[in-house]
């Protein structure tokens, strides 16, 4: 595949600057081609990353960082500033990002506290600091909101991908701690607590309705469908889950799936919702320089193919003539994992 040649809606654009969303034309030289988008989570700005030339090789035109973008649980927002600052000194990922769109969440340890929500007091500046990162204007209306969800539609030769960047720390009810010894977690009792917060879920629910967009991906730090594990996910709020999958539904957005990280191992998984025209699809792509190496399997109920515990990213492609992404998991040297495709209903 050729490269896809980026031409911006507005000058010097190469990262999520502005919370409103005008979209932003790209274009590719070619018919057919794959519209490209790479992401990953869990990069330890203590270890080298070495997977950065090689998502390259992909030529991705948008990257989405998953969560957990440093390591720093901290109350100290200088100790974290300088985290971020580590990792923006890395020659290798601002060789990457050049003329790229960048836009990304957080998970629980660029948050600041592991497994970490609501509660924890540093939540406002920590935002700051992730907006910074992401070279977020300082005029950008996402400075001044709590939460650092936000959404972009890219059009591309006539065609419509949005990006629904959700934020599963700032509002979310602190977890319940599991009376079974082998997990770290157990479900809240149904009806309580949230995951979003009603303003985001106000916000998500407008996001959903208005798109017009060929397919609609949504980034959630924490994995939707995998809930049997006992550490953090979706799952542990289960009427939130029935909400976002009632929420997918009745507003008829158009290839919606889930793309998360987190949990150190990449995985495809895969569920048949009431209503829904087409399986709902979590693709989880963790971790960029560190892994769950002893993983040894656990219950999922959704799964499709395995699961891989090498060092990964996870890769997009979207086919918009056939109404089909490809999703890959790919390592080092950019050596291919395993491959998932899903077709969508005509468009």
Known sequence: MKKIVLIFSFLGFISCKSSIDTPIKLQTPIQNEYFTI??????????KNELWPAIDKNHPSVWIWGGDNVYSDTEDMEFLKKNYEIQKQDTDYLQF????????????????????????????????????????????????????????????????????????????????????????????????????????????????????????????????????HGFEAWGNFPHEVAKLEQLIVSTKAKGTFIISGDRHIATFSSKNVTGLSYPLVDFTSSGLTHTYASFSGEENPYVKGEVIKDINFGLLKFDFENNKVIMEIRGKQNKLLQEYVQIYPGK
């Open 38 to 47: 790479a992401f990953g989570s869990c990069d330890n700005q203590k270890i």
């Open 97 to 228: 990002i050049k003329n790229k769109i960048v836009m990304g969440t957080w998970d629980d340890h660029d948050f600041g506290a592991n497994d970490g929500g609501e509660e924890y007091p540093f939540k406002r500046e920590s935002q700051q600091l992730l907006l910074d990162f992401l070279d977020t204007s300082k005029t950008d209306s996402l400075r001044k909101r709590d939460g650092v969800y936000t959404s972009k539609t890219i059009a591309i030769n006539g065609h419509k991908v949005k990006i629904i960047v959700l934020d599963s720390r700032f509002f979310r009810t602190k977890l319940t701690k599991a009376t079974d010894s082998k997990k770290r977690f157990q479900p809240n009792k149904y009806g309580e607590g949230t995951v979003l917060g009603n303003a985001q879920w106000n916000w998500l629910e407008k996001e959903l309705q208005t798109s017009d967009a060929q397919f609609n991906v949504l980034v959630s730090s924490i994995q939707f469908l995998s809930d049997k």
